[in-house]
């Protein structure tokens, strides 16, 4: 089917309004820019176009109402048509697509998806936030029916009917990162059986492989099948209905549905065609203002990249709130202002049936890619809240922070209450520039049901801090296999038998005061414990009586999950 452009735009010009704000795309990014943009400006004339049937609505709730947690659709509906053209007299049209930009005649031309009618739209600035769409492999059998990718409302329905009309009682979810996870959970929710087919050796690839185990232990002891290590070859039809996925291996995993969730691409296409300038992750390139690389062009959200704050590197990073905080930078550069986005650095929380996982700025391996060697990094496990008060749950946490200045570099944490709490404390310090100090001295809430006297973000700061002066050197768990250091376990001789560093030797720490002496002075000391405040307390008192002793980071718990992430052979 061809359509006729019709020449005519339009747009005819209002005199009463200065000039004409054109944004393709109305969620995240092009609704907070609408709306930020109409707050600063009364006079210029703002047009949002979607090609989808809504705008504003809440991506990030889609899974939830897979999972019906959230039954009501009109619930993901945040802002409607009627409210942005009566609140803020912003022009809205949906269903209308952007397929091209003149840039020398200021002007787009747009689909009318019901009709199929082309025409041209105006603009004196043009924003884009047309986000980034779900990655669909070349596979066979990606397009058969009951596979899926989430990305609007209509696709939430079209997966909701199928479950219900199918009665279906198994998934396969391709891909284990954020969006993966959370329609597991939402599946679960929805009484099927599912599993995880994931590329990686591990599932929410942004976090260290060691850190992620105990999410793993969680999703396998909550009955989800994990497929690591093993990527899509393709999907095939089952004789008598439904679905198999066809692992690289082999492996053959019946499904009555498959969601797709390997990740996604910005949107580039239009930004593209019209010779905007695109960087080397493949996102369009804007200033600190999210200027493109056309004056009377703007972009945000998903589609554009960023710099990474700590690694000083540019990135993609597609989620919601850099994309609301662009959408206010690029609304105020527009209105005159001098706002300037200061960076992104990766803070994300994912909840996955009951457990949450968090993490802010960079991580090891992250660090390592970038090539940045001058850090280090401390584990621990403490209770979300006083000890004596009852329920206290285990945080995984870990800390990376440079040397010698201390600055803080990225943490990652998983456990059950009070994950998200300590990730933000984090987040914030990293916004301010801030050091190891600076959490060991934060100054947070407590009272025994909400934290401790000594909270989890002071502890990390404090063993940071002691790393830093040399008060407890640490050693690394990815050496522990070659190190020629006598590997020493504090903990009692009961916690000894029930599981050990292969080589190490028992003394422990009730004992250490009056049988230091058989220890060896000529040899490193790595020493280990349960989770790593046993063995501070014995390098301390080493160290004072001149042996050369060092701390293993995080003690058994930690060298367990190093172990099972397959990081030590
Ligand atoms: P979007 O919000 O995706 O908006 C882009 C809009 O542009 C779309 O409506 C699209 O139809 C439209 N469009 C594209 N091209 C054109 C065109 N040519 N013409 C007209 N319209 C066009 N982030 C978090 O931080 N936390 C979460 O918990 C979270 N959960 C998520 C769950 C899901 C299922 C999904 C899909 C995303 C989630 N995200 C989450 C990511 C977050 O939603 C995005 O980062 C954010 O919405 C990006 O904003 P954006 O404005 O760049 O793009």
Not at 53 to 76: H, M, W
Not at 121 to 133: F, K, Q, T
Not at 470 to 479: C, F, H, Q, R
Not at 544 to 550: E, F, I
């Amino acid at each position: 089917m061809s359509h006729q452009t019709d020449p005519q735009s339009t747009a005819l010009r209002n005199p009463e309004t200065s000039r004409r704000v054109l944004i393709v795309g109305g969620v995240a990014g092009g609704a907070s820019c609408a709306a930020r943009l109409r707050r600063l400006d009364e006079s210029s004339e703002i047009l949002m176009i979607d090609r989808g049937p809504y705008v504003s609505f809440a991506n990030c709730g889609l899974p939830y109402y897979v999972g019906n947690v959230i039954s009501d659709e009109r619930r993901l509906l945040v802002a409607s048509r009627e409210l942005f053209h009566e609140r803020f007299n912003i022009d809205v049209l949906t269903d209308t697509e952007a397929t091209s930009i003149d840039r020398g005649a200021r002007t787009i031309t747009v689909r009318d998806m019901r009709t199929g009618n082309n025409r041209l739209e105006h603009y004196d600035i043009l924003v884009l936030s047309p986000g980034a769409a779900p990655i669909r492999p070349a596979l066979p059998g990606v397009e058969l029916p009951g596979v899926f990718a989430v990305r609007t409302i209509p696709d939430t329905r079209r997966i909701r009917s199928w479950i219900v009309e199918r009665g279906a009682k198994t998934a396969v979810v391709v891909g284990g990162g954020f969006i993966g996870l959370e329609m597991v959970e939402n599946l679960i929710h929805r009484e099927l059986s599912v599993a995880i087919l994931e590329k990686l050796s591990q599932v929410m690839p942004p976090l260290d492989a060691e850190m992620a185990v105990p999410l793993m232990e969680h999703l396998s002891a909550k009955g989800v099948q994990l497929h690591l290590g093993d990527g899509l070859a393709r999907i095939e039809e089952r004789d008598g209905g439904g679905l198999v996925v066809v692992a690289e291996s082999g492996a053959r995993l019946p499904a009555d549905l498959v969601i797709l969730a390997i990740g996604v691409r910005p949107e580039t296409m239009l930004a593209k065609d019209a010779g905007l300038k695109i960087g080397p992750r493949g996102g369009i390139v804007v200033d600190p203002q999210m200027r493109t690389s056309d004056p009377n062009i703007w972009a945000v959200g998903d589609v554009v990249e960023v710099q990474d704050v700590l690694t000083g590197q540019e990135t993609v990073l597609p989620l919601a709130g850099p994309a609301n905080r662009q959408g206010r930078v690029a609304a105020e550069s527009i209105a005159g202002r001098a706002t300037q986005f200061r960076g992104v650095q990766a803070t994300a929380v994912v909840g996955v049936l009951g457990l949450t996982v968090a993490s802010t700025g960079a991580s090891e391996k992250g660090l390592r890619r970038a090539g940045v060697t001058s850090f280090e990094k401390v584990y621990l496990h403490p209770g979300h809240h006083a000890g004596y008060y009852p329920g206290a749950r285990q945080i995984h946490l870990k800390l990376l922070f440079s040397v010698p200045e201390g600055r803080i570099l990225g943490a990652q944490a998983v456990g059950f209450e009070g994950v998200e709490k300590r990730i933000d404390v984090i987040a914030t310090a990293i916004q301010f520039n801030g050091t190891v100090h600076d959490l060991a001295e934060a100054e947070l809430c407590y009272a025994p049901q909400f934290g401790a006297a000594k909270d989890p973000v002071n502890l990390a700061g404090m063993l940071a801090e002691n790393v830093l002066n040399g008060d407890m050197p640490v050693a690394d768990w990815l050496e522990i296999d070659r190190t020629g250091a006598l590997l020493l376990d504090v903990r009692e001789a009961d916690e000894f038998t029930r599981g050990h560093l292969p080589k190490a030797i028992n003394l422990p720490l009730s004992q250490l005061r009056s049988r230091y002496v058989e220890l060896p002075k000529d040899r490193d000391i790595w020493v280990c414990c349960a989770v790593g405040q046993r063995a501070y307390f014995a390098t301390r008192f080493l160290m004072q009586h001149g042996y050369r002793s060092l701390n293993l980071s995080g003690g058994y718990a930690t060298y367990q999950a190093v172990k099972a992430a397959g990081l030590l052979p």
